[in-house]
């Protein structure tokens, strides 16, 4: 974690609601089977300012459905959209933190794991400068609107064909440096490649395989040829140097009802007949707006 970021523990008998003024929460399962890294990518950006949530208020169950996504589009050539998400997962809310769900009839994209234990025990503080998205504090007992849109077919979407599940699994510390490698430097007249231990160029997937030994060069780019991370590093939202070394005040913040057990926020379901259909409707407590994401 870089020291920018400000990285700290909890003191004895905080809870993940206790972060100082300034400072937000991280569950540590996050940079393990959700596959998660900071800087945010736009994407994991998008989705938390879509859905007006807090990174300290999503479980990694829902974490790790986010980063899937995202990663089995890009690895089949498609960007990942908020919308597109939307079709195939809806969020929902689970003692007193959010999730999502697959949305009934929607192709799977993963196998998730069974359960993650012990994970609300398990957190530590970082400055809010680092999750460079406009944080907000939803509240759990609020109406989850449930969505309406077309899930992914052949008829409906032109990348339906390529879909595929792709496992996750979590990244060793050394294939972490090499992406960190890659969007730390820019260097706008070079660009980085993998080394085999002979010297010969490595396609870069092969720095996630467990047995690569090889190493990552800095080399000059050709006549009209752009810093390759100048590309990759767009993918991501930087943290604004600046806010990252402000003074912060100290003190507790004001996030005690984070994971309220008492707000499952598991509406009923009522089933509404329309001539000789029959709809299935959410029920929940109160009005709140969702921007619509199309």
Not at 30 to 37: A, E, L, Q, S, V
Not at 267 to 273: A, G, M, W, Y
Request: glycine residues 8%.
């Amino acid at each position: 974690m870089p020291a920018e970021y400000g990285a700290m523990y909890p003191q004895e008998g905080d809870t993940a609601g206790d972060a100082p003024t300034g400072y937000v929460s991280m569950f540590a399962d996050f940079f393990g089977d959700c596959i998660f890294w900071l800087p945010l990518t736009v994407f994991v950006v998008e989705i938390l300012e879509y859905y007006k949530l807090r990174i300290s208020q999503l479980s990694p169950l829902g974490l790790i459905r986010v980063r899937n996504f995202e990663y089995t589009f890009r690895a089949l050539g498609i960007e990942p959209l908020v919308g597109d998400f939307r079709r195939f997962y809806q969020l929902t809310v689970q003692l007193g933190f959010f999730s999502f769900r697959q949305r009934e009839h929607a192709p799977k994209l993963m196998l998730p794991p069974k359960s993650m234990t012990k994970w609300k025990t398990k957190f530590f503080y970082i400055k809010a400068a680092a999750i460079t998205a406009k944080l907000q504090f939803r509240n759990v007992m609020g109406t989850i609107i449930t969505e309406n849109i077309s899930i992914p077919k052949v008829d409906t979407v032109d990348w339906f064909p390529r879909l595929r599940i792709i496992g996750s699994f979590k990244l060793e510390y050394k294939q972490l440096w090499v992406l960190w490698m890659m969007i730390g430097k820019l260097v706008r007249k070079a660009r980085h490649m993998l080394r085999e231990k002979n010297d010969e160029e490595a396609p870069l997937w092969m720095m996630f395989c467990p047995d690569f030994g090889g190493k990552v060069d800095i080399v000059r780019c050709g006549a009209g040829e752009e810093g390759w991370n100048r590309t990759i590093i767009s993918n991501f939202r930087m943290p604004d140097e600046a806010a990252l070394n402000a003074v912060l005040s100290g003190g507790k913040g004001h996030l005690g009802t984070l994971g309220d057990p008492a707000a499952t926020g598991v509406p009923k379901e009522i089933v509404l007949k329309f001539g000789d259909k029959r709809q299935r409707k959410k029920m929940t407590h109160e009005a709140v707006s969702v921007p619509p994401w199309y």
